[in-house]
C-alpha cells in the first residue's frame, strides 16, 4: 500500500473504528513474489532468477520461507468498515516509477 493511503486509513481508523476492532490495510491482493521480484530487479538494474524450490533455504535463509507460502491478504473488511479503498499506486507501479530507488 502506498504511504498517503496507510496514512488516510491509520486517520480513519482512530476516527471511525470500533474499540478493539482490528484492521488489515493491503492495497492489491495476491500479488506473486515472482511479480515483485521483477520488479525490484528492473527498479535496480539486478537479474532475476527462478530458485529451485528446494534451493530456497540456502539461498535466501530464514526469510525463504515466506517466499513460498502462500499469504493471502485481504483488505475488504476493513474498507467497508471505514467506506474508503487505496487509491495510491500499487506496489509494482511504485517500483517502476523509481519510489525505491532514490536515497534519501
Partial sequence: ??????A????LGL???PAGARLHVVAEE???TRVIAEAFGRAFGLPV???APGDVPDH????GAFFGADLAATSITTRNLLGRAPTGPSL???LDAGAYTTRR
Fill in 1 to 6: 500500500m502506498h504511504v498517503r493511503d496507510a
Fill in 8 to 11: 488516510r486509513l491509520v486517520a
Fill in 15 to 17: 476516527e471511525k473504528a
Fill in 30 to 32: 495476491g500479488v506473486p
Fill in 49 to 51: 532468477a527462478s530458485i
Fill in 60 to 63: 535466501f535463509g530464514w526469510i
Fill in 92 to 94: 509494482v507501479e511504485d
